[in-house]
C-alpha cells in the first residue's frame, strides 16, 4: 500500500510541495523560485530537481500537481496555461516520466480542483458529500466536489466558476467574456475598480496615493487595509466584490444544491469586508431551503490546499491502478 | 427481475402515464384529468385509479413519478408544488402506499429531473455520460446527469436551471428573486415580454390584437406564429429568448463541461426563432474548447421524457432493492 506521496502547487513564482502521508500529514514541506519567466524548459529543470530533493531517501512512487491552466489529466497535458506557463498542449506528464523514470505515477489537475479536493479531504470541507470552491486571487477559479468525487467535466475543464456570467453587459473579462465573475472577485478586478474610480478627479481616497506602482497581486491587501481605515471608496469596492459572489452563490446553490461553499485565495482575507453583503445577496436569490442548508465559510488550509489536494488524487490514482 | 414498471408524469391538467418494459418500450399509455383543482384528496383518489387501471392485468410492483415542484424522492415527499397540487410536506409515497399497497415500490422525482432521465436513457443524449436539460414550459425547469447519474443535490434540490440569474436587476421572478432564466425564457415570461411591448400604445404588431384573453401556456403559440409572419416585434421577444439561454448555457458550460444539453418544453417548439441567438450568445461567452464539443439539441421524447424518465427510476430503485 502506497504511504506517501507527493502534492506540488506550481506557481509562476514559486513551487511548493511537500512529502504527504496517506493520512494526510505533511512530512516535509519545500518551496523553490518557478523561473517560469525563463521559458518552460527551466521550470521542467526546477521542478524534476525539486522532486528528488522532497522525495530524498524516501521511495515516493506517486505524485500530484495543481498547476493554474487548463488541463487534460486524462492525458496529462497541459492545454493552456497563459498565466504561468505559456505553453500549449504541453505533455507535462510524458515529459517528467523521461526525467524522472517511467515508474513514476504522475497525475496533474487544474490548481483550483486541487484545492477544492484538499479542502475536501483535510479542510473546511471535511465531513460533506457535495461542496464548491472557490478561490479568489489574481483570477477566481473553482471546483467542485459532486457525490464525494471532483467533477471534472467531460474533458477536465469543469469548474470554472469565476467565469459563469454575473453582468451580461459587464467589464470585460480576459477570456473573451462580459461581467464574468472574476471581472468582479478577483484581484484584477479589484485594480480595474480602483483605475476606473481614480479617473474621477473628485474622488476623494488614500487609495490614490497608496495604490501606485503596486503589483496587482498586492492590490486587495491595499484596498483592505484602506477600507480598514474607514475609505468610503475602498468599502464600496468589497460590498460590490460581496455583491458579485452573492450572486454566483445563489445561481450555484439553485443549480446543485451542494452542503457547503468553500472560499480561499489572497483576496478572500478581506473576508469580513465583503461576506456580509455575500450572504444579502445569496439569501436574496437563492431558494430559502437549500440556502439556509448550504454553509458558506473560508477555506482552512489557505496555501497547502493545493498541495494536499493533489496528494490524495496522487493517492486515489495508485490505489485505482494497483487495487 | 422486474420487466415491466410504469412511468407517471403528473402535471396540473392531466395525469399521464405508461406501461414501460425494461427495454424502455411503452406498452400501453393512458391520459386522464387529474382534477388538481378539486384538491389534493381527489388527485390521490384519480391517481390510485390511474394505477391499477394501467397495471390491469399486470404485476407491476415498481412506479416512477415525476412531480412539478420540489420534491424530497429519499422521504417521498411533496416538499412543495404549488402550481400544481398546492400542498407543503405531502408524504405522497405513504399515502399511496396506503392505498396501493405496501409491497408496491414508489419513487418520486421532480419532473424535469424524470425528463432529464428520460431523454438520456432512450432520447436525445442516449450515448453520453454528462448531459443537461432544460424545459421551457409555463417555467422552465432543468436536470442534470453528471456521470451517468441524475445529480439531485444534497436535498434533491438541484437542477433548478431556471433559476439561475442571468440579469441581475432583471424582471422579477415568481421564486422572489430578480432576472432569473426563467423570467426570460418561459411562457410566463413571453406573457410579460407581450404585456410590456404592448403597454407602447404606438407600437404596431399583430399580437395586439391575438393575445387578448389567451392562456399563459398558448402564448408562445401565438408569438410564433406571430413571428412566422414577420411581426417584428415577436420576432424580437424570440430573440430576447434565445439570448438569455445562450447566456445561461454559456455559464453551465464553464462551469460542468458536459457533453450535451437538451432542450425540451412547449416553448421549444419555436426552436428555429431562437436558437441561433442562444448559439451566437453562448459562444460569445463560454470557454472555446467545451463551447464547441457541447452539442445543444431539441429533446426527442417531447411529452414521453418524463413518463420514460419515472420508469427508468422505478427499475433503477428495484434494481437497488433487489440486487
Known sequence: MVDKVIGIDIGGTNLRGALVSREGGILKRMEISSQADQGIDKVIENLAGFIKDISEGENVCNIGMGIPGIINSKDGVITQAPNILNVDDYPLRAVLNEK?????????ENDANSA????????????VNSMIMITMGTGVGGGLILDGKLWTGADGMAGEIGHITIYPDGAKCKCGNYGCLESYASATAIRRMVREGLEDKSLNTILRESTKNIEVEDIPQIVMEAAGAGDGFSLGIWEEVGKALGIGIASLINLLNIEMVVIGGGVSNAWDLFIDKTYEEARRRAFRAPMKRTKIQRGL??????ILGSAHLALKSSNEKKP
Chains 1, 2 share one sequence.
Request: no cysteine; glycine share 14%; charged share 25%.
Open 100 to 108: 524522472l523514470g517511467s515508474d513514476i505515477n504522475i497525475v496533474i
Open 116 to 127: 477544492a479536493v484538499g479542502e475536501w479531504w483535510m479542510g473546511a470541507s471535511k465531513d
Open 301 to 306: 488550509l489557505r496555501d497547502d490546499a493545493g
